[in-house]
């Protein structure tokens, strides 16, 4: 099975207009697009599909965080920050146009994101990020973008990820978790295949593969 893209080549920089930020003054808000994505050659058998995209490189700590004046070494512990978890993909969906899922940033974050038919969207960590900022504070479903800390000295990893599943439909409501969807998908997964995006909002960075 395979995952590809044509927004952006495996292991190569994302392309702005698919983050949810992009440098500015420090940074400004992007367009936000979620990227192409195609795959083929699922396993016999296949008869759902999920998608995720997740960012392992998230600082562990976020005090200095697009403080200025300070600075996030490349050495700080990370943790995961998950940008979209899309369920009960049908298996004769096969390809995700740019743009089709999400388009523009939604403050307070996106309630009914669209996507294929049949499928169930999950929360993403804006929503944990936002929290207080009554600007911007709410549930954030569907795709959201790469946005860094523009203070960081790591560039960020996107994994996508494409994952069979031997079963049409997991028992998940709009909103669930990344915890939520690992323990639904355990033992039903058939194969799973990835493409990897890169991104910073550091200008010191800009251009840079990681």
């Not at 946005?147 to 069979?164: K, T």
């Not at 669930?176 to 995006?197: I, K, N």
Request: net charge negative.
């Amino acid at each position: 099975m395979y995952l590809r893209s044509e927004s952006f080549a495996n292991g190569q920089p994302i392309p702005s207009r698919f983050a949810f930020a992009r440098i500015g003054q420090p940074v400004e808000l992007a367009e936000n697009l979620n990227p192409h994505l195609a795959w083929g050659e699922a396993p016999a058998g296949t008869r759902s599909f999920v998608i995720t995209c997740i960012d392992p490189d998230a600082p562990s700590r976020r005090d200095d965080a697009n403080q200025p004046g300070k600075t996030l070494p490349a050495d700080l512990p990370r943790t995961e920050f998950v940008h979209w978890l899309l369920a009960n993909v049908p298996p004769d969906c096969t390809q995700l146009a740019a743009g089709s899922c999400s388009a523009g940033v939604v403050p307070h974050g996106k309630r009914q994101p669209p996507g294929p038919p049949g499928s169930v969207q999950g929360r993403n960590h804006y929503s944990d990020w936002f929290a207080g900022d009554p600007d911007m504070t709410g549930d954030y479903l569907g795709y959201d973008g790469p946005c860094p800390p523009w203070n960081d000295s790591r560039v960020h990893h996107y994994h996508f990820e494409l994952h069979a599943l031997d079963v049409a439909r997991l028992a998940l409501e709009a909103g669930f978790t990344l915890d939520d969807l690992r323990r639904a998908m355990a033992g039903h997964v058939l194969a799973s295949a990835a493409w990897v995006g890169t991104y910073t909002l550091n200008p010191a960075l800009a251009g840079t593969g990681g």
